[in-house]
């Protein structure tokens, strides 16, 4: 995934040498960059065995949360995204938690304790290594990703979200959520056009 960094580069260099560049080399670079914010795909299934391809959900808004049993934080997360799924699920809110190194049989148990509203996603390690490091290398957990309904990533969250301990990061993430939910799919794919 090219990062935001080369993208700021190459606007940076298309305005500076704007002059000296082809039509050509500039639709080059703007077809280089046209997918920079693109929430890169993947397939995994649920503990219900249920199968999710995130392309397939483009139309939702889709929440992604890495998270593990053993996090603490990861934990305490649950409750308010139970609250927020069941808010705004028959609004076109999908969460999908990612578990990052439990087996099948370690989340059905885990399951058994802590009540979880929404899916429960699991895969090999080298599925689950490739999509942190699809995701920009998951080094610490928890972190959240907030995909609007046009498949695009509209931020990401590198620490817990509690609505009781860090308030005013809840409410920027609820604020990005309700955000998306309220963006049109037409209007955003109009938007990207016309940026091209």
Same mark, same amino acid.
């Given at each position: 995934?090219?990062?935001?960094?080369?993208?700021?580069?190459?606007?940076?260099?298309?305005?500076?040498?704007?002059?000296?560049?082809?039509?050509?080399?500039?639709?080059?670079?703007?077809?280089?960059?046209?997918?920079?914010?693109?929430?890169?795909?993947?397939?995994?299934?649920?503990?219900?065995?249920?199968?999710?391809?995130?392309?397939?959900?483009?139309?939702?808004?889709?929440?992604?949360?890495?998270?593990?049993?053993?996090?603490?934080?990861?934990?305490?997360?649950?409750?308010?995204?139970?609250?927020?799924?069941?808010?705004?699920?028959?609004?076109?809110?999908?969460?999908?938690?990612?578990?990052?190194?439990?087996?099948?049989?370690?989340? /059905?148990?885990?399951?058994?304790?802590? #009540?979880?509203?929404? @899916?429960? !996603? *699991?895969? &090999?390690?080298?599925?689950?290594? $490739?999509?942190?490091?699809?995701?920009?290398?998951?080094?610490?957990?928890?972190?959240?990703?907030?995909?609007?309904?046009?498949?695009?990533?509209?931020? /990401?969250?590198?620490?817990?979200?509690? #609505?009781?301990?860090? @308030?005013? !990061? *809840?409410? &920027?993430?609820?604020?990005?959520? $309700?955000?998306?939910?309220?963006?049109?799919?037409?209007?955003?794919?109009?938007?990207?056009?016309?940026?091209?």
């Amino acid at each position: 995934m090219i990062t935001k960094k080369i993208y700021i580069l190459f606007i940076f260099l298309s305005i500076q040498f704007a002059n000296d560049l082809s039509d050509d080399q500039i639709n080059k670079i703007k077809d280089a960059t046209s997918d920079l914010d693109k929430a890169p795909n993947f397939t995994l299934s649920s503990v219900t065995d249920s199968v999710f391809v995130l392309e397939e959900l483009i139309g939702n808004v889709v929440l992604i949360n890495f998270w593990a049993t053993w996090c603490g934080p990861c934990r305490m997360e649950i409750p308010d995204f139970n609250d927020l799924y069941l808010k705004h699920k028959d609004d076109g809110l999908i969460i999908l938690g990612i578990s990052t190194d439990d087996s099948k049989r370690g989340l /059905i148990k885990f399951l058994e304790t802590y #009540k979880i509203h929404y @899916p429960i !996603l *699991y895969g &090999s390690v080298k599925q689950i290594s $490739k999509i942190s490091n699809d995701y920009g290398g998951i080094i610490s957990l928890p972190v959240s990703v907030v995909i609007d309904r046009a498949g695009e990533i509209k931020r /990401i969250y590198p620490s817990a979200i509690l #609505k009781d301990y860090t @308030p005013s !990061l *809840y409410a &920027s993430f609820i604020y990005d959520v $309700k955000t998306a939910l309220e963006t049109n799919i037409d209007s955003k794919v109009k938007e990207n056009n016309q940026k091209n």
